[in-house]
């Protein structure tokens, strides 16, 4: 099946600092990729669809601007923790799916995110 | 909004069939799926189900759908210790997620 690539799988920053997490789909174009984040315990909350070539549409009560989305390619999509803080720390999963009709939605493995 | 309802946990006795149940709000949803995830681990996709059907059999995977009441079950017969993991449906456009059902299955 399709294979969705998340970099880095785990990642441990400083407070302030800002990370960013990658994500490619290795055998198809994606014009659209979801991100997800995942706090222990309980269920993925969408954060935002990221869309090729436009600006990203962010879910209610996510910060467009603590949370920078890219998507520059019909294969890379980014996600950029700013400023990160001790409560950002989380799972982050990415998914791409096929264009229009696509059935299954292929996540990324997920990355730990630990800010200290 | 979308929203999408599961039982939390779930425990059986090996070689049981278990019974994981959903129930979702958004009627558009063209297609309903059940992800695993293991611990630490990213989601792997189980199955799914186009909404015009009512059932779907994939080998030990039994997806039963009830339009009218909005409720969506996923039976795994002879359970096994491997089957022990999070098990997510989900279904809308923006694939929501319900809360995970916490499988654990006991020898």
């Known amino acids: 099946g399709a294979v969705v690539s998340q970099h880095p799988s785990r990642v441990i920053c400083k407070s302030g600092t800002s990370v960013k997490i990658e994500c490619r789909s290795l055998?198809?174009?994606?014009?659209?990729m979801f991100w997800y984040r995942q706090f222990p315990k309980q269920s993925l909350m969408l954060m935002a669809t990221?869309?090729?070539?436009?600006?990203?549409?962010?879910e209610q009560g996510v910060e467009k601007d603590k949370f920078l989305i890219n998507h520059a390619s019909l294969t890379l999509s980014t996600l950029t923790v700013t400023s990160a803080h001790p409560e950002d720390s989380s799972f982050y999963i990415c998914?791409?799916?096929?264009?229009?009709?696509?059935?299954?939605?292929?996540f990324g493995q997920g990355t730990r995110l630990t800010v200290v | 909004g979308e929203d999408v309802e599961q039982s939390l946990f779930l425990s059986v006795r090996e070689g049981d069939s278990s019974v994981i149940n959903c129930t979702y709000t958004?009627?558009?949803?063209?297609?309903l799926y059940w992800y695993k995830q293991e611990p630490g681990a990213g989601l792997q996709l189980l199955t799914y189900?186009?909404?015009?059907?009512d059932m779907k059999q994939d080998q030990r995977l039994t997806v039963l759908l009830n339009k009218k009441d909005k409720h969506l079950s996923l039976r795994i017969a002879d359970t096994q210790t491997g089957d022990s993991a999070i098990y997510f449906c989900?279904?809308?456009?923006?694939?929501?997620f319900g809360q995970g059902t916490e499988l654990s299955v006991k020898p």
């Open positions: 998914s791409a799916r096929f264009p229009q009709g696509a059935v299954e939605a292929f």
């Open positions: 055998d198809f174009q994606a014009t659209t």
């Open positions: 990221s869309n090729e070539g436009s600006k990203a549409t962010y």
């Open positions: 958004d009627s558009s949803s063209t297609y």
């Open positions: 189900i186009f909404s015009n059907m």
């Open positions: 989900a279904g809308g456009g923006k694939l929501i």
